[in-house]
């Protein structure tokens, strides 16, 4: 008796919302035999032409039996995606696996009304991921001459293509493994794609309140009389079902009321009224939406469910979404003015990005910016991030003339691969400024949504470091650091003067300085300037300018205590000119002043960054200086080691991993481990385990003497102090005699097993470690073996691809590294080797998310020989990785 076939399991992991050429969003899924309908639906609704440019001939209609291949699917052999806005197809990609299994045939289908907004590319990538997934390595096509659109799609997409023309048909095939081209191709489209979405946000034509009150003082009347009163440049709409005037305007009951198109929706109302209020905007085309109302992250799980709920419906009707529980959004370009948000007032116009998440972060840090009159060009709250996020406004910020700085404070990190590829690219040109608590990534704030890592402590900020950003703890500290970003050049150097009316406050910020990694080159701590303006201001000029002039200075700290006769705006003025004259940083800590928010006028003084407190003004020109230094290293290279073979090492992994479900972890034996290493060059030194002392002659007879023995207790294996290990064996006696005195030795630790090694180059001990995390993808660790990393948790951390510099600064990190570098009259190790081999390391993970955990234990780092003694290396099934070859938002 033939068995039925198997129903075919819907592939919930291949669904994906999408953000689209113009900033729009989808809803990308595998297509099903209910969408037959909507097929024929989308298939009647096309042009001639497009029913043409798909069949090669015109048909007005699907047949029954073309339906059901079309739909009926087994998401191996034959897979199909729609993307959708609504309930509307407006978008469908298919392949079919061909007689080669490795070979699959793609086809596309955009609705007329939809083309150019890069659906097509969209497809492809999703559709290549899921073929890859399948075993299929190559796509092929066939398109008329005159589709150039779909002949671009290909062309476009950063493949190797190559072309055929016969019967008047272009046939096409590639390889669908990404390359370096298709992945920036991808990158450069999704930096496109969501910068526009975010530029719909933060500058609309239109703006509607659904919720305005005339409820004095009122969330809802508030948001609208800051629309107003912040001179919005387009056309404001009040929503109100209820009431007959709102702040002198007539509102309409429904948002399907308002004439014309509406960019932005802001929307307060109550909690229960929200997701019928989205389900309007999406039937009235509203563009984007801000949603102040809370409520979702305090009613638990399903408050949760309900803001999951939230995002999907306004995705898939083709809007972004900001908040929930969002304190609003504002941009001070005159073009646009807009106050969208819960602040009082527009802040001044300046260079300054900010991006936070909850409302009352958002708060502190828009005062914080306010007493410091730093001028800011766009203000994004996030709320619970639900949607937009701190990577949609980079990427934004990214384009943007008007963003010269840019400013974020992290409650949680939704996809911190992406932003770390996202900053490493922005900080180039702009700088970007991150302020997070400890606990990031280890706990959510309510609301947040996202994964949590269980990475090494310090992995996150590692990854930081690598990107550039300038990490803060505070919102205080971010806001120092933005004083100086946003208005002063960047240091050239470490080399700092210091000038002031007190030696003893110039000893403490040279003290400051030093500990900071400041070079102090100059010193002038006894101006004398209670002399009267008119003679005090000038002489200040000349001193300042004189330090700055001096050998090795690139920037100056004044620190001055109060001086009758002289305000605080002279003196900033005076010192601005210097700045703007030398091309160097000036800033100012005023001690002394009774008022901690060092009232400078900004508008008289210009961007003079001003504290009260000079430890303040020294920390955060120190973290300008390293950012500045960043700088001048070049640009990161990217350079794969030699002999790996990725393809080959995924065919074992896909191998050894059918039939392993769920969270279970195999780990790999001995010459398993040896051959999946040796795809990626690694090599390791061969150990034998044996039962008898004969077992072990014959093991070290063909291993080499001499030999070492181990227990194969992984608490002992390493511990020579606990007689875990045996070293420098001669002979057959020695060994014979060294197996039973170890076995006799080691009784109460229990009976565990022996193994036999041949001896090694003599060399520093090293850890090697490598980890698949649910938040941050792959992170390697390295670290001495012993008791700098098992008591002094002396780590360091990345997080890969790694390039060529970030190698080499992660060995030389732990404090302990100083060993391998010819420590105490001691010969270096071979750091070049061990470089090669951690790069090995790091292309191997970020390869292969189905290496759970990798650590090499020990590495003996010698003069000549870099030698890896042993391996534990686990495999399981990968969840899918927050920064994947395929563009999708998180949801």
């Known amino acids: 008796m033939v068995k039925p076939e198997p129903e075919p399991v819907y592939p919930a992991h291949w669904e994906a919302d999408v953000v689209l050429r113009d900033g729009g969003t989808g809803h990308l899924r595998p297509m099903t035999a209910e969408d037959a309908d909507a097929v024929q639906a989308f298939h009647m609704s096309q042009s001639q032409n497009s029913i043409y440019m798909r069949f090669f001939t015109y048909k007005s209609k699907l047949t029954a039996k073309e339906l059901r291949r079309f739909t009926e699917l087994d998401y191996s052999n034959r897979v199909a995606f729609v993307i959708t806005r609504g309930a509307e197809i407006i978008g469908i990609g298919r392949y079919d696996r061909l007689d080669d299994p490795t070979e699959a045939e793609v086809a596309f289908n955009v609705s007329d009304s939809n083309q150019g907004r890069g659906l097509g590319s969209i497809l492809l990538e999703h559709l290549a991921a899921a073929a890859r997934e399948k075993g299929i390595d190559k796509f092929s096509a066939e398109v008329l001459p005159e589709n150039r659109k779909m002949i671009q799609v290909f062309s476009e997409a950063g493949y190797e293509v190559h072309r055929h023309y016969d019967d008047g048909v272009i046939s096409l095939y590639f390889q669908i493994d990404p390359t370096d081209k298709s992945r920036a191709v991808m990158e450069s489209r999704e930096h496109r794609a969501e910068a526009r979405s975010v530029a719909g946000l933060v500058a609309p034509q239109s703006v509607a309140v659904i919720g305005a009150s005339r409820a004095w003082g009122s969330i809802g009347q508030q948001l609208l009389e800051h629309v107003v009163e912040g001179k919005f440049t387009g056309a404001i709409h009040a929503v109100n079902q209820d009431a007959l ?10 948002i399907a009321e308002v004439p014309g198109p509406v960019d932005l929706a802001v929307i307060a109302v109550p909690y229960d009224q929200v997701p019928g209020v989205v389900d309007q905007c999406g039937k009235a085309g509203v563009k984007g939406l801000v949603v102040v109302t809370a409520g979702f992250a305090d009613d638990g799980v399903r408050g949760l469910a309900r803001q999951r709920a939230l995002v999907r419906q306004a995705r898939a009707n083709g809007m972004r979404l900001v908040g929930p529980a969002s304190l609003g959004l504002a941009n001070t370009d005159p073009a646009v003015s807009l106050n969208a948000s819960m602040a009082p007032f527009l802040p001044p116009k300046g260079g300054l990005g900010i991006f936070s998440q909850s409302a009352a972060l958002g708060v502190s840090l828009f005062a914080s910016m306010t007493r410091r009159e730093v001028g800011m060009s766009t203000v994004l709250s996030a709320g619970n991030r639900a949607d937009v996020s701190g990577n949609d406004m980079m990427q934004f910020w990214e384009d943007d003339p008007n963003t010269t700085a840019c400013g974020l ?65 505070t919102i205080e500290e971010l806001s120092d650091v933005a004083q100086i970003v946003a208005g002063q050049p960047l240091p050239k150097g470490p080399g700092l003067a210091i000038i002031g009316n007190s030696a003893a406050m110039g000893t403490v910020v040279a003290d400051l300085a030093e500990r900071h990694g400041l070079t102090v080159a100059a010193v002038h701590a006894r101006l004398v300037l209670d002399i009267g303006q008119s003679r005090a201001l000038p002489l200040l000029k000349r001193t300042v300018l004189g330090a700055l002039g001096e050998p090795g200075v690139d920037s100056a700290i004044v620190t001055l205590l109060p001086v009758i006769g002289l305000t605080l705006e002279n003196i900033a003025k005076t ?12 800033i100012a800590a005023f001690t002394g002043n009774m008022d901690p928010r060092v009232q ?37 290279i990217f350079e794969p080691p030699a002999g790996v073979n990725p393809q080959a090492a995924e065919s074992l992994l896909a191998t050894w991993l059918k039939g392993v479900a769920g969270d279970e972890l195999v780990t790999l034996s001995a010459a398993k481990t040896r051959e999946l290493l040796g795809h990626y060059g690694i090599t390791m030194l061969e150990s034998a385990p044996f039962g008898n002392g004969d077992e072990a002659v014959a093991a070290a007879e063909r291993l080499g003497w001499p ?48 193994e036999v090694q041949s001896m090694a180059q003599v060399g520093q001990s090293c850890t090697l470690r490598a980890i698949e995390d649910p938040l941050l993808g792959p992170v390697v660790s390295f670290g001495l ?7 002094l948790d002396d780590w360091a951390h990345r997080v890969p691809p790694l390039s060529l510099g970030d190698t080499a600064e992660l060995i030389r990190s732990p404090r302990a590294a100083a060993k391998l570098f010819g420590y105490e009259g001691l010969p270096p190790g071979n750091v070049t080797a061990l470089e090669d081999l951690v790069a090995r390391v790091a292309m191997l993970k970020d390869e292969h998310p189905e290496v759970a955990f990798l650590e090499f234990r020990p590495i003996l ?31």
């Open 861 to 891: 780092v010698g003069p000549t020989e870099v030698t890896v003694l042993a391996a534990d290396l686990r495999i399981g099934n990968p969840a899918q990785r927050t920064d994947s070859a395929r563009r999708a938002m998180i949801s």
């Open 409 to 473: 404070y992290l409650e949680s990190v939704g996809n911190p691969r992406k932003f770390s590829r996202i900053s490493r690219r922005l900080s180039r040109s702009k700088p970007v400024i991150v302020a997070k608590s400890d606990s990031v990534g280890l706990r959510l704030p309510p609301g947040h949504a996202v994964r949590t890592t269980a990475a090494p402590a310090g992995a996150l900020d590692a990854m930081l470091r690598q990107s550039g950003v300038i990490r803060v703890n």
């Open 245 to 254: 005037e709102v702040s002198g305007m007539m509102p309409y009951a429904s």
């Open 707 to 754: 030999v070492a023995i181990k227990t194969l207790d992984p608490s002992l294996r390493h511990r020579l102090d606990l007689g875990g290990v045996r070293i420098n064996i001669e002979d057959a006696d020695s060994l014979r005699r060294n197996i039973v005195q170890m076995r006799k030795l080691l009784e109460p630790y229990g009976k565990k097993g022996l």
């Open 600 to 636: 400078v006028n900004r508008q008289m003084a210009g961007a003079l960054p001003a504290y009260s407190s000079p430890g303040a003004a020294t920390a955060a020109l120190a973290a300008v200086t390293r950012y500045a230094h960043w700088l001048t290293l070049e640009a990161p």
């Open 575 to 586: 010192l601005q000119e210097c700045s703007a004259e030398s091309g160097k940083p000036v």
């Open 785 to 791: 073996s012993g008791d700098a990393v098992n008591l």
